[in-house]
């Protein structure tokens, strides 16, 4: 499993320390980015991940929750990031969104809980990740929803590339997800709500 904490549950006053704190354990590191119009809660921009960029070689997987992709991901792209993900939500060319991103680093496609795979059937060829939301994006420290897990193994019927799930997760669902077909989990309040990060972390290493 490759396992990617999501910073949005980190100390925001110490991103780098917490970057440390996790890197030696972490296989990616996931930032959200949200613009307070797709989602209802504003993060981080591309100035914050060009600056932390410094601190670590581990990959960024940048998680866009934003309206108009188009009109930013090539802020992200120049801040550094290894995988950028965009919501099929929130762009009316998708395609032509995969193919932009795709000219410059990986590319991954996240879906809410309430979107349908066949939203992206037609592309999986063109991307890297599909990231399926296990809770509404937005905010971290949710519920992960059960019924994502038949999502997850549909998903993986169809995609060969890595099949992400971002929310909720934590030591007792990683193994289901796992089993369902997932590769990558993001987590954030479990990870970062714990004491020993290097242990929650390889509890996710299942
Ligand atoms: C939610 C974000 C997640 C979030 C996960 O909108 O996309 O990456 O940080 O947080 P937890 O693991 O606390 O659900
Ligand atoms: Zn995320």
């Avoid at 590191?29 to 119009?37: A, S, V």
């Avoid at 801040?79 to 060319?93: F, R």
Wanted: charged share 25%; aromatic share 8%.
């Amino acid at each position: 499993m490759i396992v990617a904490p999501s910073l949005l549950s980190a100390d925001f006053s110490k991103l780098g320390e917490e970057i440390k704190a996790i890197e030696p354990y972490a296989d990616w590191i996931h930032l959200d980015i949200m613009d307070g119009h797709f989602v209802p809660n504003m993060t981080i921009g591309a100035i914050v991940v060009k600056s932390i960029r410094k601190v670590t070689m581990l990959p960024f997987d940048v998680h866009l929750m934003i309206s108009e992709p188009e009109k930013y991901y090539m802020d992200f792209v120049k801040a550094g990031a290894d995988i950028i993900t965009v919501h099929a939500e929130a762009t009316h060319s998708l395609y032509r969104m995969v193919k932009e991103i795709k000219k410059h680093c990986k590319v991954g496609v996240a879906l809410n809980p309430a979107t349908s795979l066949s939203t992206v059937e037609n592309i999986l060829d063109e991307i890297d990740l599909l990231l399926i939301m296990t809770v509404e994006p937005g905010f971290g420290g949710q519920k992960f929803i059960d019924g994502m897990v038949k999502k997850i193994k549909k998903a993986r019927k169809m995609f060969d590339g890595y099949i992400g799930v971002d929310g909720g997760i934590n030591e007792s669902n990683v193994k289901k997800v796992k089993e369902a077909g997932a590769d990558v989990v993001v987590a954030g309040s479990y990870i970062f709500g714990s004491k020993s990060y290097k242990k929650a972390i390889e509890s996710l290493r299942v």
